[in-house]
């Protein structure tokens, strides 16, 4: 263990940095540069989210199952749903506004076995992070195909996709590379890009068309391409195309992987988690209302051989030219949200392998010098979620395959450590927290959780073949059978959860009486910490 970091004082002040302070309480050295003000936390998140990219790559898994239906009104019961559980995430990254996160505070949360619960929190969160990554990058790369396919007359095929999908990964990664203060920057311009591309898509799309879909069947009608004809049918369609809202709604978790590069953390992080999610949500409703009521032939957008509906409707919506600049601001929003989730799955992967727990982790939790980036961790998610996209190249269902396994992986993550948080009645809330509507909002967030783990492991298809079959039960269950051997084999044996650092510089009381708000690197329960805000604090 180094030695213990000493608080840092900003000139001009009488009182240490306090997040550099809480920061060490937790146990930790800063070694990330803060560089992050509030609203670039709350962009890498709402970057990730995309509702250019996600809700416009995904648009034709729920145009094939439950079709305007699940698209409009399914985009704002999930919403909804899906702020819940944001709303219990933020409250317990105000207490621990580290760079783990999920797992980091399922140790801390814990009342036993601390450390199985940081490890298997930390592999779905691992799993996550990658296939999330996966799926926006193939994503990007279908959209970016479909715009030079409309540009330069070149034809789709799953090879040219998975090479365009290769280049932009790759670009991510060397953007990462970089340093923090570009990510920032870009960060900072995809939110406006965003915020801005979707005005001017939804304002073109309600001028140009000389003609619109029936306002009643763009909230009301259902579709059902999915094959299924047996009785209920168009319900299960309807649920299984909410995949299509919960899949972009991920990543928000971002903002807490930023924590260590953000001023004032334990404000601003969970801030940035719940308005990230409450924007795109305002926002890509009227994305998709606009995308919707533009539609005229349903079938063959459906179909199109540009391989995503909505460039399709773009073009026939108003005319090639307009077209083709509403799809450009797509792709390079898409290019974007890869970017940030790059950024994201290296913080959580560095953290994790500074807890030892990814193989080589010696290796992936160094800090390039120079950058202030974990430049080995960037380039291990780089591999790791090329590895998830190559089915694609004869596997029909892959893409949808890699969402179910991101929303899977992500959520059993998120809601981990709100389960352990309603499990412990002595939670201190930080500064930023939820008060009385704590309990039924954690509760509701849980049981959300549990019924979309079952919903998006279901075929999606039919008949079901190799081609068709969805293989997110599979992914799934060999990620978790993996850890689960390995934490049997060895793991349990000298994963201990989250390492200390540093010692903690504040006043410490008696050392016989534990405190489960912060785990100590033995996984039994560590030395309280300062509180960084009294429960009666700020509001979430």
Not at 33 to 40: A, D, I, P, Q
Not at 105 to 111: I, N, T
Request: hydrophobic share 50%.
């Amino acid at each position: 263990m180094s030695a213990p970091a000493q608080p840092t004082r900003t000139p001009g002040t009488a009182e240490p940095d306090s997040d550099e302070q809480r920061l060490a309480q937790l146990g930790y050295q800063q070694e990330l540069r803060r560089k992050l003000s509030g609203f670039s936390n709350f962009a890498v998140s709402f970057s990730i989210i995309s509702i250019l990219a996600g809700a416009i790559t995904s648009y034709g898994i729920a145009m094939t199952a439950g079709g305007p239906l699940a698209i409009t009104l399914g985009w704002l019961f999930v919403g909804g749903m899906v702020t819940l559980v944001a709303l219990a995430m933020a409250e317990i990254c105000s207490v621990y506004p580290t760079a783990g996160a999920l797992y980091w505070w399922a140790a801390a949360l814990a009342k036993r076995n601390k450390a199985a619960w940081a490890w298997f929190v930390g592999w779905f969160n691992f799993l996550g992070e990658v296939a999330v990554t996966a799926a926006i990058d193939f994503g990007a790369a279908i959209t970016t195909s479909a715009f030079l396919s409309l540009t330069f007359d070149l034809e789709v095929t799953p090879e040219r996709t998975f090479v365009v999908f290769l280049v932009i990964i790759v670009a991510h990664g060397l953007l990462n590379t970089f340093g923090v203060n570009l990510v920032r920057l870009l960060s900072d311009v995809s939110a406006w890009w965003h915020l801005v591309g979707v005005a001017i898509i939804v304002g073109v799309l309600a001028v140009v068309p000389d003609q619109h879909k029936p306002i009643s069947e763009v909230f009301f009608e259902v579709r059902n391409a999915t094959g299924f004809d047996f009785s209920g049918a168009a319900v299960y369609a309807v649920l299984i195309g909410l995949l299509m809202a919960q899949y972009t709604y991920t990543g928000y978790d971002a903002s807490a992987h930023v924590a260590e590069e953000t001023h004032d953390a334990s404000r601003a992080a969970p801030r940035g988690i719940v308005m990230s999610v409450v924007v795109s949500v305002v926002a890509g409703f009227f994305l998709l209302v606009a995308i919707t009521w533009s539609i005229r032939d349903y079938d063959a957008q459906r179909q199109t051989e540009l391989g995503l509906p909505p460039a399709q409707i773009f073009i026939d919506a108003t005319g090639h030219t307009t077209g083709t600049f509403l799809l450009f601001i797509c792709v390079v929003a898409q290019f974007f949200c890869g970017m940030a989730s790059v950024t994201a799955n290296s913080r959580m992967a560095y953290a994790f392998s500074r807890d030892g727990a990814l193989p080589g982790s010696a290796i992936w939790r160094k800090v390039n010098p120079r950058t202030g980036t974990p430049t080995n961790s960037i380039w291990l998610c780089v591999a790791c979620s090329t590895l998830l996209v190559l089915p694609s190249l004869w596997n029909t269902t892959a893409y949808l395959a890699a969402t179910s396994i991101a929303v899977i992986g992500l959520y059993i993550a998120y809601v981990g450590p709100v389960f352990l948080r309603r499990r412990s009645p002595d939670f201190q809330p930080g500064p930023w927290n939820l008060g009385r509507w704590s309990p039924l909002v954690g509760w509701l967030a849980i049981g959300w959780v549990a019924v979309i783990c079952v919903l998006f492991v279901l075929p999606t298809t039919s008949p079901i073949t190799a081609s068709t079959f969805n293989y997110t039960i599979v992914a799934v269950a060999v990620v978790l059978g993996a850890a689960w051997l390995w934490w049997l084999l060895g793991a349990r044996r000298w994963f201990t959860g989250p390492r200390q650092n540093v010692i903690p510089t504040v006043p410490q009381p008696d050392p016989e009486v534990p405190d489960p708000q912060v785990p100590d690197p033995a996984g039994s329960a560590g030395s309280p910490p300062e509180r960084a805000g009294a429960a009666d604090g700020e509001r979430g």
